[in-house]
């Protein structure tokens, strides 16, 4: 039986520009610990070999530094690693991959298959056919080679590629590095090993997209994992997907209508972890007291959780009487707040308008109330992102 560990974009490198710098730092420092997860991993379940389906590299230009850690990362694990370049970082003449290689960053455990030709190797004994992406996109199937590959006569045949198998995935998805449905059959594979998606995904009974080992993105799409591939001879493999990643990117969205609605966004806020990242779409209506508690339990959640994006784009605010009296919002500003409060409501003066209108009855909320030293101030700072 041959034991192999399947996974894929690592995306090393990758930056967080959306989250605060500190927040940033420890996502981005979590794709190291996810490899070393890997690593203990593949000794613990004995594998005879690990499988990366491209994009090890989130870009070609990642650091020196970067590139020696993250082979560092892999030492848990002393057995042969089989690597091939993906979209982010493609064999050009001159890569991230020839740069890893001139540093001697690279351990002798560790194959990185540059070109379209077969590996045959003597332990684990299995004969690899890479398809590694040689530039960002391509048109043609860089998998059609393999029916016609020569393999030595009773050694598994497993296949590595990176892209898009053709009719599966979301609209739009398979336009560019497109793999043929139906290729393991055809190419008389034992296994194909995939990339490029980033949740774990079965498109038949011999190919599999393995996802990312720790989630990058929002989507909700079976990430945060790797694959334990158990292959008998002949038979087709055995899967097991094996949970190893740290975070948890959650989407969470909200239309308020009533005041109940604020307290329940509010409660999920209060119930986010320090392994959660969550990204808060708000749209309906709320009043002043409702906003300024929503911004304080969002600063709130950004304090526990390891990243909280919020969109309040879509929120009007609509004081109430109790709102103005509390801010003593009468004569002149009372009329302002009246005005802005219409100008966000009035269809014809358009989003940009409407959003102005919102930000600035928000700051104006915001000086009234800090004025009056009723509590956090609703300027509405930090709320987007």
Known sequence: MLKILHTSDWQIGKLFGQFDSDDAALLADARFLAVEGLARLAREEAVDMVLVAGDVFDAQTVADKTLHRLFKAMEGYAGPWVMIPGNHDAALAESVWTRAQRLGAVPENVTICLRHEPLVLARPA??????????????????????????PAGLPRIGMAHGSVQGILAEGIDSTNPIAAGRAAQARLDYLALGDWHGARQVDERTWYSGTPETDRFRANASGCALLVSLDAGGPPR????????????????????????????????????????????????DLDGHRRLLAAIEQARGTARGVLADLGGLRLAPTQDDIDALRADGYVGEVIAELRAAQEDPAAGEDQARIARDALALLAGMLDTRAGTGVAADGRGAAA
Request: hydrophobic share 45%.
């Open 126 to 151: 299995v004969a690899i056919l890479p398809a590694p992406m040689t530039q960002r996109n391509t048109y043609a199937d860089l998998t059609e080679w393999f029916a016609g590959a020569g393999t």
């Open 239 to 286: 899967v097991e997907v094996r949970p190893t990643g740290r975070y948890r990117w959650q989407s969470l969205a909200a239309t308020l209508r009533v005041p109940g609605d604020v307290d329940a966004v509010i409660a999920t806020l209060a119930g986010l972890a320090a392994q959660d990242v969550a990204q808060l779409d708000i749209d309906g209506q709320i």
